[in-house]
């Protein structure tokens, strides 16, 4: 089960008090108290793995470690240790208490949450020559508590979008080292998954259905993460009885979800092409043709038709703009 929206409470430690201490040593009097050390603050870090938000699906508030109070002779309290929130890459950190919204966007990306208290002086940053014997010290500064949303929107290059049981997950099985389950039946992939081509980051999006969009099936749950794919890869199977309808159903959720997904590179694929037989399979990608002149048929058993998407990825990693569709379709060339 994917974690991709929860809530947790973060504290970050209190600093330490000062001391007042005198030094008892003949010929040596005077203030001796040290100050407090400070409290540990509170960091999020982006890595890849996408279900590290299971870590707060039970254990909900999360503190750093408090400074410790100064000491005798001029000891200063040691500083509280740093916690480090491993947060997956594309997590939106939104700040409840003060209203305010953080993303992690890179791996190893480190972002302050919670600021830990500064430690307290002790007497002896109070003496003077007309205060030799200071009794003045400063409490610790108090530590930092939020109450924080975290929202994961998936970033990736390309996103396999479609109806249920299309295929995207087998052909992210077949681009990439990922090992999406796939079995002959809808919904087989409850959670995005991803994989990688490269440098370029494949996602492959649970189904959606029509009605998506306001909450059916897996509902918007996995909506918002297509937000974060910079090109499309829309995949409809050839044994669908209506293929011009299924892309309308997908293409309407989109749009209901947020216009601007619509307005992505979109390349479109005719998948399973290795069930049906050749005169079905030309009737189907002949109308999807119409909607997309660079449609192809795929199929994962099918060498020629893989090396045909392989080299689509080719030119969206070589960093060549595609954004009509007309340079989409150049890019089968």
Do not use: C, W
Request: proline share 3%; net charge positive.
């Amino acid at each position: 089960m994917l974690i991709d929206d929860i809530k947790i409470k973060i504290s970050s430690g209190k600093g330490g008090r000062g001391a007042v201490a005198f030094n008892k040593t003949l010929k040596s009097l005077g203030p001796t108290g040290g100050s407090g050390g400070k409290g540990g603050s509170v960091y999020g870090e982006g890595i890849l793995d996408i279900s590290a938000l299971k870590q707060f699906r039970f254990k909900k508030e999360f503190a750093a470690e408090d400074g410790q109070d100064g000491g005798l002779q001029f000891r200063d309290g040691k500083d509280g240790a740093d916690l480090v929130l491993k947060l997956p890459v594309g997590t939106v950190i939104h700040n409840l208490t003060n209203k305010s919204e953080l993303e992690i966007e890179k791996i190893g990306e480190r972002m302050l949450l919670a600021q830990g208290g500064i430690g307290g002086r002790g007497n002896f940053h109070f003496r003077s020559s007309r205060n030799t014997s200071p009794t003045q010290f400063q409490e610790g500064r108090p530590r930092e508590s939020f109450e924080l949303r975290l929202e994961l929107k998936l970033i990736a290059d390309v996103g396999f979008v479609g109806l249920p049981n299309a295929g995207k997950s087998s052909m992210l099985n077949a681009l990439t080292r990922a090992k999406s389950k796939v079995a002959n039946y809808p919904f087989t992939t409850l959670e995005p998954n991803l994989g990688a081509y490269y440098e370029l980051i494949l996602a492959d999006i649970p189904g959606l259905i029509e009605g998506s969009s306001s909450g059916k099936g897996l509902g918007t749950k996995f909506l918002r993460h297509i937000e974060r794919t910079k090109i499309l890869f829309h995949f409809i199977s050839s044994e669908s009885l209506d293929p011009k309808r299924d892309y309308k159903t997908i293409r309407n959720e989109l749009a209901a979800h947020n216009k601007k997904l619509l307005e992505k590179p979109e390349y479109l694929f005719l998948s399973k092409s290795d069930l049906v037989d050749e005169k079905s399979l030309a009737k189907k990608l002949k109308i999807l043709k119409k909607i997309r002149t660079n449609t192809i048929a795929v199929s994962v058993l099918d060498d020629s038709s893989l090396e045909k998407v392989k080299k689509i990825l080719n030119k969206i990693q070589a960093g060549k703009e595609i954004t009509t569709p007309q340079d989409q379709e150049s890019a089968l060339f």
